[in-house]
Every structure is written in C-alpha cells, then in structure tokens.
C-alpha cells in the first residue's frame, strides 16, 4: 500500500477507504510515522485552527452499582459490595454549587446501571430527578449526561421507546449526550469486552435518533485491548457514516467531537488484564491511531480530543501535535477511569490545561460543550468549529513546505 498515495490524497481534501486506514496502522518506520503525523497535524489545522479548546467541567458519576459485567471495568459494584456508592441528591447540588463557583460551564453525569434506582417504579423517573437536581438549581448549566446504554437501560426498565426517553430527558434539560459506552463497534469484540452492552446496531441506532431529535452527542473509541487496526477502521468508519447520515438528513444535531479512550487495565478483571497484557496505555500507539483518524474523520468530525486522564497530562500535550485540537475538561473529579488504575488524575485546573497548551506556543480558548465560545474570542482567533462543521480549506505554510 503506497503511503506516501494515501496522505496525498488526505491531503487534497479526499476520505480515505477502510483499506487506507488500516494501511495507515501498521508498524512504521520513523520517517513514516513522522509523515503521518504532520498530515494529521496539517489536517488539524485545516479543518479546526490552531486555538486548542478546553471546557470548565465537572463530572459526577452518581452510583457505580450496576447491572452489567463488563471485562474492562473496574468501576462496577453490587449493591451491598465494599465500595458501592449511590449519591443522593444534596450532594449532587454541593458538587454543581462548587463547580459553578469554579467557572463550570458543564456537568458530565454518568453512571451504572442501577436496577433500584426508581422513583414511583419508575427508572425514567430517577433519571429526571436527576436532571432537576442539576438543571432546577442552576439551569444555564450545560447538562452532558447518559450514554446510550443508560437510554437503553431507562427504556427497557419502564417498558418506553429510546424515542420517548430521549424526548423527555431532553424536555427536561438533558443539552446532549455521552457517546461512551461505543467501546468498539465490533459485536465480535464485544461479546468478549461487555456481553451485556447494548449491540453495535442499537447504539447506532441511539445516537442517530438523538440527533434527529436535536441532541448532539460526542464519540470514542476504547482502544488498546484486544481489538484489531481493521476493527479499529471498522468503529471509524460507522461513525462517519453516522456523520453522514446527519448532515445528509439536515439535522442541526450531530458529533461534536471524537475522543481515543486508551484502555487502562490496572485494576481491570484479571481474565482481559491477563489477556491484554500491560496495565497502562502505550502512548506511541494513542498517538498513532489519534493521527489516523483525524486524517480518517477529520472532514466529518472536526474535534478530536485525547484523554488526559488515561494518557497524563503530558501524553494528552503530546497528542496535540498529532491531529488533536481540544484537550478535554477540567473534570474535577472522575472515577471510572481512575478506579481502573488510570495515572492521569482526578482533575485539572483551568491554568494547568492552558499551561500545557502554551508549552506549544498555541493559543488556548475556553469552550462550551458544543464548541461555542465562553466569551468573545480575541482578534484575530477564528471560533471553534460547532457540531461537526468543517472550516473552510485553507493552505498553512505547514502545508506549503510538504507539499
């Protein structure tokens, strides 16, 4: 397969084929390496600028009891287990109280999937009870909550359609949704890394009506486990399908952004740990398939985001230079990850990400969760792209010099 073809043709504006990408995955040679990276990097700054975006976050992840049995995850615990939790709703008010006096322009909810978590009998019910513990208290608050498992869970509790979950969560002030819990889109690697998960079709088949709905969602990738570059292509392509198949319909809703989701295995269940084989992410392969699928989604998903979290702040620096435009939120908590044996943190300042993003003398601008800005930019600093639209190609002198 002629590399040197392929960013050629990534480079004049063209979607690379399936094959392309996972040509673009195999073991390289430096040079070869080096050159994909600058074409991610040139891409970068074509369809998204040089301003590195932030969002001033928190997340609260309300119970980490849950239905399910997923062989990554450390997180997950029976009711009754040493170290469950579930969160009433004071707490939940102190932690949005405390993240808006910080700046807080979000609140990220996620959770397990808790089969007590009712009100009235109700699952749809706990959940709006969790959107007016949110929204009632502070509602300019962007509220980023529920991945499409949570919606297939709501919905199969209460005997309701994803349709009737999504409008009501929305009617409530639900602004848009997680695109976790996509792991892999492979059923193959699924069966193997969350069996009890909704299929690659079902969670297709969410995100694409919450964006029909008006719900924009964002997307990732869970990688560095047991799955192949193919597969790896495979989960790129069906979501620029998904992009597709938004823009093709006009829907004003779509992906807002794509982030790599390196897999941390620490703490994971010991049969996928044993069968991976190493604890912590392997950066140099991050780096690589972040610069991949900027060059395989770049023209449909501008936003591509690492995860300090899993990578270190200094990994997820790194990744900047190799085709990622956003470096993520403040978090100010997280635990999911972390219980996994992540290395990353909990949480960030405002400073130390817009310390790191000077280290690469780049601007830096603090965003909303749809990529709009918090207040107006300076001159000169075009604004973050918006929900998958693409800036204009322009040529860099980047550019110039490999061509």
Request: proline content about 5%; charged content about 20%; aromatic content about 6%.
């Amino acid at each position: 397969m002629d590399i040197e073809r392929i960013l050629a043709h990534a480079l004049a504006g063209g979607d690379l084929t399936p094959a392309d990408g996972v040509a673009l995955l195999q073991p390289r040679d430096s040079a070869t390496l080096g050159a994909i990276r600058q074409t991610a990097d040139i891409l970068r700054q074509r369809q998204a600028g040089d301003t590195v975006t932030y969002v001033v976050n928190r997340n609260i992840n309300y119970t980490n009891i849950c239905e399910q049995h997923c062989s990554f995850c450390a997180f997950r615990r029976d009711r009754g287990d040493e170290g469950a939790y579930w969160l009433d709703f004071a707490p939940m008010v102190e932690k949005a109280t405390e993240a808006v006096a910080l700046g807080a322009t979000e609140i990220c909810m996620q959770g397990g999937l808790n089969p007590d978590a009712k009100i009235n009998g109700s699952s749809l019910n706990y959940y709006l009870k969790l959107v007016d513990t949110i929204k009632g208290s502070f509602p300019a608050l962007h509220l980023h909550a529920f991945s499409p498992q949570e919606i297939e869970f709501i919905a199969r509790q209460d005997g309701l359609t994803y349709r009737q979950v999504l409008l009501t969560l929305r009617d409530a002030g639900v602004g848009s949704l997680p695109g976790t819990a996509a792991e892999v889109l492979d059923d193959d690697v699924r069966r193997v890394l969350c069996p009890e998960k909704i299929n690659t079709a079902t969670w297709l088949e969410i995100v694409g009506l919450a964006h029909n709905l008006g719900l924009p969602t964002t997307s990732t990738l869970l990688s560095g486990h047991i799955e192949t570059p193919a597969q790896q292509i495979a989960h790129l392509e069906q979501l620029r399908q998904l992009q597709r198949r938004a823009r093709d319909a006009g829907h004003a809703a779509a992906i807002t952004e794509f982030i790599v989701l390196p897999f941390v295995g620490q703490e994971a269940p010991k049969p996928l740990r044993r069968r991976v084989g190493r604890d912590q992410p392997v950066l140099a392969d991050a780096l690589l398939l972040m610069a991949v699928a900027r060059i395989y989604l770049g023209n449909w998903i501008a936003n591509h985001q690492p995860s300090w979290v899993k990578l270190g702040l200094a990994g997820a620096t790194e990744a900047l230079t190799w085709g990622c435009n956003d470096i993520g939120g403040t978090l100010m908590e997280e635990h999911i990850t972390t219980m996994a044996g992540a290395q990353g943190g909990t949480g960030m300042t405002e400073a130390e990400l817009r310390g790191a993003i000077a280290s690469l003398d780049r601007p830096a601008r603090q965003r909303d969760t749809l990529y709009g800005w918090v207040d107006a930019p300076a001159e000169g600093v075009a604004a973050p792209v918006a929900a998958g639209n693409i800036v204009p190609a322009r040529q860099s002198r980047s550019q110039s010099r490999m061509a």
